[in-house]
């Protein structure tokens, strides 16, 4: 079955930056994009950007150009996600998830979530 | 490019309900919709895709559609069950925004 496994909650200042993996199973890691979503407490869905894991060729949204960065390990099937310059906007469960091939775009299997809470 | 919904709704056990998701520009058929289920401290489930195909072990209670004089989707629930009790969002794409959610509609079943 698949799998998407993230890193435990995370308690961080204003001003540093965050790092989340998502560790993949149970299918061929570089055939399908990751991507990174966020959910802020008592708040919608937001997506953030993804990955090509064969190519490692990025998509951010807008308001997330220039402090986040996603990465891959493909000889470890993970994902990362690092945000920088965190203030207390950035609060949120962080989630990665899966996009099915095929041109629909849409999500089929996610991540546990993490929780990150941005607090001085 | 946004998608709008209505904040709640709620219904009678084995009733039908109705989430709508409009379009703010453009047409709401460009691109497919699709329809997510959020339980209390649980990741997102898609429930329906590419406009209205269900994912295997959703049941046929579930029904999404695309209405392109109004520019929106829906969503329809029939026998609503209390475990039906949940978040639900829309989802579509778009050329600049790319990934795009609308802001939720929490169902209450009483």
């Known amino acids: 079955q698949v799998h998407l496994v993230q890193s435990g909650a995370e308690v961080k200042k204003p001003g540093a930056s965050m790092k989340v993996s998502c560790k993949t199973s149970?299918?061929?890691?570089?055939?399908?994009?990751m991507h990174w979503l966020r959910q802020a407490p008592g708040q919608g869905l937001e997506w953030m950007g993804r990955i090509n894991p064969n190519s490692g060729a990025t998509t951010f949204a807008q308001p997330f150009q220039g402090r986040l960065t996603v990465t891959t390990d493909t000889s470890i099937t993970t994902s990362y996600m690092e945000l920088n310059r965190l203030t207390s906007d950035d609060t949120a469960v962080y989630f990665c998830?899966?996009?099915?091939?095929?041109?629909?775009?849409?999500?089929?299997?996610w991540g546990q979530g993490t929780l990150v809470t941005v607090s001085s | 490019f946004m998608l709008t919904q209505p904040h709640s709704v709620s219904e009678s056990p084995g009733k039908t309900v109705t989430i709508s998701c409009t379009g703010s520009s453009g047409s709401i058929a460009t691109n497919y919709v699709q329809w997510y289920q959020q339980r209390p401290g649980s990741a997102p489930t898609v429930v329906i895709y590419e406009d209205h195909r269900r994912p295997s072990g959703v049941p046929d209670r579930f029904t999404g559609s695309i209405d392109t004089s109004s520019n929106s989707a829906s969503l329809t629930i029939s026998g609503l069950k209390t475990e039906d009790e949940a978040d639900y969002y829309c989802q579509s794409y778009d050329s600049s925004t790319h990934w795009v959610f609308g802001g939720g509609t929490k169902l209450t079943v009483l």
């Open positions: 149970g299918y061929k890691f570089t055939d399908f994009y």
């Open positions: 998830a899966r996009e099915v091939s095929g041109g629909s775009s849409h999500f089929d299997f």
